[in-house]
């Protein structure tokens, strides 16, 4: 069990709240990379197989995806179909997002954008911004301990802008650089390797670790998504757009409810009554509160990545 912040306010003490976002373990990742590359998939279904283009087709997914955010947004304790729903809504989104920044409104892609290089480097500095608005808020840097409305908030704003620059700098490896997709996913893959060795070997703060692998596991799904639906004179399996996207959503669904069904065994710990680390108030919680539940035995929660707050 969490412990309560010293200088909580009384009457706060014994208050906790439930965990609306889930622990960072393998399952986490293999999630996120599965539903950033559906959000890949299904983009291309709309925008290019349909010939939906890019304007209708980000007003669809972003109809979508501020549904399943306030759907989120209310939830009392953490939802996993709910979770990966609001994931996959910033994949798809963000891929529309990047797409319409880079190559311009059309069907496929209309060089009438800023192009990939500028649009990367214009999410970076969306992204900076948005850390810098984290930070003077006085919110936890710990993804795995949110506990505040306003946090959770920042959170998935960081996710939307993060997903977004993922398309966008994928995009810009693949074709600025002339390595093309299969390198890409080499090198990307490569980087990852390297991000998994700094954690284990190296002192480097892990929430930044963790930002930049969730950056980049975006055009690694795009990647494999290429990989599935692209013909075979192309390297790819030749499933297209649409039984890509179907295969994707079906394996999707299954980790959801392995997840589902791991959280029910091992339940989430709630958290401490969120408290700014800037003022010492008390802040709008984002799930229930509860009282502080007795120790009680059971089987050990599974092991997570530990994510230390960023010192101010």
């Known amino acids: 069990m969490p412990g309560t912040p010293a200088h909580a306010p009384a009457g706060l003490s014994s208050q906790y709240v439930m965990r609306k976002l889930p622990h960072v373990t393998i399952l986490f990742w293999a999630l996120k990379i599965v539903a950033v590359t559906l959000g890949e998939t299904a983009g291309d279904l709309f925008g290019i197989t349909l010939q939906v283009g890019y304007v209708t087709t980000e007003l669809i997914f972003l109809c979508y995806f501020l549904t399943v955010l306030a759907i989120q947004i209310k939830a009392s304790r953490f939802r996993p179909l709910v979770f990966w729903a609001v994931v996959l809504g910033t994949s798809m989104t963000g891929t529309e997002i990047s797409d319409f920044l880079d190559r311009g409104p059309g069907h496929g892609s209309a060089p009438n954008g800023v192009g990939y290089g500028w649009g990367a480097l214009i999410l970076t500095t969306l992204l900076l911004l948005v850390f810098l608005a984290w930070r003077r808020t ?25 997903n977004t620059l993922g398309t966008a700098s994928g995009d810009w490896l693949s074709h600025d650089t002339g390595l093309g997709f299969r390198d890409a996913f080499l090198v990307i893959a ?57 295969a994707l959503l079906a394996l999707l669904l299954i980790l959801i409810a392995y997840q589902a069904y791991d959280t029910r065994r091992h339940p989430l710990a709630p958290l401490p009554y969120p408290i700014s680390r800037r003022t010492g108030r008390p802040q709008a919680p984002n799930g229930a509160v509860v009282a502080r539940p007795a120790a009680r035995p059971g089987p050990a929660a599974p092991a997570t990545v530990p994510l230390p707050d960023a010192p101010n």
């Open 138 to 162: 006085g919110q936890t840097h710990n993804v795995e301990n949110i506990a505040s409305r306003s946090g959770e908030l920042l959170y998935w704003s960081a996710i939307l802008v993060s």
């Open 190 to 246: 490569a980087i990852l390797g390297l991000l998994v060795a700094a954690y284990y070997l190296t002192n480097i703060n892990p929430t930044l670790l963790f930002w930049v692998a969730f950056i980049l596991t975006r055009p690694l799904g795009a990647a494999g998504g290429d990989s599935l639906i692209k013909p075979a004179g192309e390297g790819g399996l030749g499933w297209g757009t649409f039984w890509g996207s179907a």
